[in-house]
């Protein structure tokens, strides 16, 4: 039926058109992520569809029918043809894995045909260019859920390198390149040893004192001039030395700039290094004020971003760039508390308060936030300093401990700490007070490496004494 609407009526219409398709397709959505969950499981020909009820105005039920079908599980794979891998290697390759007495492995068919690509590239990765592999034969047995592969195997003939070549150096010469690289003539190809070459020539341009931030290198791979051989030719693209202009940083609202600049191994004016690079940034890992982790989690990057030369002291013809050092904040602070009882102590409490990058200065700013100023973001936080407070208060013991260290101190690599406590004991006819504390100097030298003095002083008092103290306590009040 062909529903013509009234010109007054049509943006209605459309939107009624447009609510209906999107809720179709959210219910094709919903059943579709259902029957995935069943196939992850193991459920190889599971089938989920919904159905949609109404049960009151603007109210409905929703109800997933989903058959299952059989639990699928790998119990034997074979391989036929593999002469120059082993059938362990080749398992190690794959996603799928045999199911054992001691394991609930799930078989997975789609993830099982691409195991199959895994392999196919696996040989051609290491230099057999002609190799097919299929699937060869499978067999379930629907009762038990027991599956049985059979994998063909093609290897063919491998290949060797006739030929690296290099193309658009002209800083760094081809001989130099040559003894960067491992991959030589007459060894066999290997495409991850290409990738590990590749990012050796990106390191040398960018070490050393070369200073190439924006050097591009290309490997491929080309038919070689004998039978059975591959050439490899590397295309660069080499640019300008780079020189830092300046560095900047994003994404710290609560740290200041100072703080990651100063942990920076690279400075302005200097030529630009990725070893530096990666030295500043297992620096500001270990300060543990961002977030880090592998891709797509936050993590610490720093890229360099193309600079105008700077006004003065320019070097001519060479280029700039800004080091962009761009972190995500994490959490630094914690409240702890809690209570106890034990046969020694009886009854103890317990509340600690930490901040890892604390900031004395950092006052509450109530003039510009008003009462959210005392929000933990935005007062006595960002200096990268820390600070511990502990107080354990019982009715037999009590200990009371603070602790500040600032680890740049006067801006220097030298971090100065300084701590007090006081602990009380009652014992059931004397009593020990212990009040003291501690100054220190610790100047870090290397990542590693680092010395330090402390001076402590301490003063203990015996007291409470009764007639049936031990004689200890008498002699040492």
């Known amino acids: 039926v062909l529903v013509r609407p009234s010109p007054h009526d ?19 959505i919903r059943a579709t992520s259902v029957e995935e969950h069943f196939v ?32 699928f599980q790998l119990k034997e794979l074979r391989f036929i043809g593999n002469n120059a891998f082993t059938k362990g290697q080749l398992e190690k390759v794959m996603a799928t894995r045999v199911d054992t007495w001691l394991t609930a492995r799930k078989f997975v068919k ?40 059979t994998i063909e195997i093609h290897e063919g003939e491998r290949y060797r390198i006739s030929e690296v070549r290099f193309e658009g150096n002209q800083a760094v010469s081809s001989e130099e390149l040559l003894g960067v690289i491992r991959l030589k003539p007459g060894d066999y190809f290997s495409a991850t040893q290409i990738r590990d070459d590749y990012e050796a020539i990106l390191r040398y341009y960018t070490t050393g004192g070369r200073g190439y931030a924006f050097v591009k290198v290309r490997p491929q791979d080309e038919p070689g001039k004998e ?22 940083t994003s994404g ?27 030295q500043s940034r ?3 890992m270990d300060l543990q004020y961002f977030e880090t982790g592998p891709p797509p989690h936050a993590d610490i990057t720093i890229e ?20 962009i050092v761009n972190v995500e904040e994490t959490t630094t602070g914690s409240l702890t508390a809690g209570a106890g009882f034990n046969t020694d102590s009886n009854l103890v409490g317990r509340i600690a308060i930490e901040q890892r990058n604390f900031d004395i200065s ?17 007062m006595f936080v960002g200096g990268g300093q820390r600070l511990r407070l502990v107080a354990e208060p019982g009715t037999e013991r009590n200990y009371y401990y603070i602790d500040f260290e600032e680890p740049w101190f006067f801006d220097y690599p030298i971090s100065f700490s300084v701590s007090l406590y006081l602990y009380e004991r009652s014992f059931d006819h004397y009593s020990v007070e212990r009040l003291g504390g501690t100054v220190g100097f610790t100047r870090r030298w290397t990542r590693e490496f680092r010395t330090s003095l402390k001076y402590r002083a301490e003063e203990v008092t015996v007291g409470d004494i009764d007639a049936n103290s031990p004689i200890e306590a008498a002699r040492e009040e």
Request: positive net charge; glycine residues 8%.
């Open 10 to 28: 049509l943006p209605t219409t459309v939107d009624k058109v447009k609510d209906a398709l999107a809720a179709a397709n959210m219910r094709l």
């Open 40 to 71: 992850e499981k193991g459920y190889a020909d599971a089938v989920v569809h919904e159905e949609v009820e109404p049960v009151a105005p603007g109210k409905v039920r929703v109800r997933f029918i989903a058959s299952k079908g059989p639990k």
């Open 110 to 149: 789609k993830e099982f045909d691409e195991d199959l690509n895994r392999l196919n590239l696996y040989y051609q990765a290491n230099g057999y260019f002609d190799a097919k592999v299929r699937l060869k034969g499978l067999s379930t047995d629907f009762e038990n859920g027991r599956v049985e592969a």
């Open 227 to 248: 039978p059975l051989t591959r050439s490899i030719v590397y295309s660069i693209e080499e640019g300008k030395q780079t020189y830092v202009r300046r560095i900047e």
């Open 252 to 278: 710290n609202y609560k740290t200041r700039k100072k703080v990651i600049v100063r942990e920076m191994r690279i400075e302005p004016g200097d030529l630009y290094d990725s070893d530096k690079i990666r």
């Open 282 to 284: 297992r620096r500001l």
């Open 304 to 323: 360099p971003k193309p600079a105008p030369p700077p006004e003065t002291g320019a070097v001519e013809g060479a280029g700039y760039a800004d080091l």
């Open 362 to 378: 950092n006052l509450p700013d109530f003039s510009r936030y008003g009462i959210g100023a005392l929000n933990p973001s935005r």
